[in-house]
């Protein structure tokens, strides 16, 4: 059986957060919220994880996605394959024994900074196609909006699931002003 419980802005002075902006781009990004997750394996085995609440806002479109540290740190590892520069990116340390508050907060302040930077680095070349004021080789002078749509396709791991879905319904979740 599964239970999740909401654990609210982890630290008082992350809830008047603003959200992390990728300059020139309409895309924000911001973690201030996680869920608990607790699952009874068996009568004798408790497990339970945190499920970071990504929130996103790319050019007014909003929608939160839930991932655990360990999802993150393997696409980190899967897009380092792919992406030498992010090899340069610091991962934030894994610690399996530590649930304290100040830890959660420290690890999910890294991890928005980390995201922020993986967003930077893996869609790379290709951003400056939906930036505002910047004009694309052989393209009119009419710049192209970045969607939730277009974001999706070049970072797949920002595609919200179902459950995701299901969480923002459940939590009652309101969008962040940016």
Same mark, same amino acid.
Request: hydrophobic content about 35%; proline content about 7%.
């Given at each position: 059986m599964e239970h999740m419980h909401? $654990? $609210?802005?982890?630290a008082n002075e992350s809830s008047n957060r603003q959200a992390s902006s990728i300059p020139n +781009?309409?895309?924000y990004i911001k973690i201030n919220k996680?869920?608990?997750?607790? #699952? @009874?394996?068996n009568i004798f085995l408790n497990e339970e994880y945190y499920k970071y609440a990504i929130e996103m806002k790319v050019n007014g479109e909003y929608w939160v996605i839930f991932r655990r540290f360990s999802e993150? @740190?393997?696409e980190h590892e899967r897009m380092c394959k792919n992406c030498p520069n992010l090899r340069k990116e610091p991962f %934030?340390?894994?610690? %399996? *024994? +530590? #649930? +304290?508050?100040? *830890?959660?907060?420290?690890?999910?302040q890294k991890l928005e900074a980390y995201l922020k930077n993986y967003i930077q680095i893996v869609l790379g070349e290709t951003i400056f196609l939906y930036m505002p004021h910047v004009k694309a080789p052989g393209q009119s002078d009419q710049t192209i909006k970045l969607t939730k749509s277009? *974001?999706?396709d070049k970072l797949n791991f920002f595609q919200e699931t179902t459950e995701d879905k299901l969480n923002v319904q459940k939590l009652?979740? #309101?969008s962040f002003d940016v």
């Open positions: 909401l $654990v $609210v802005n982890l +781009t309409g895309i996680a869920l608990l997750i607790s #699952k @009874r394996q993150i @740190r393997e %934030p340390p894994r610690s %399996p *024994f +530590t #649930k +304290t508050d100040s *830890f959660q907060i420290e690890r999910q277009h *974001f999706c009652g979740w #309101k």
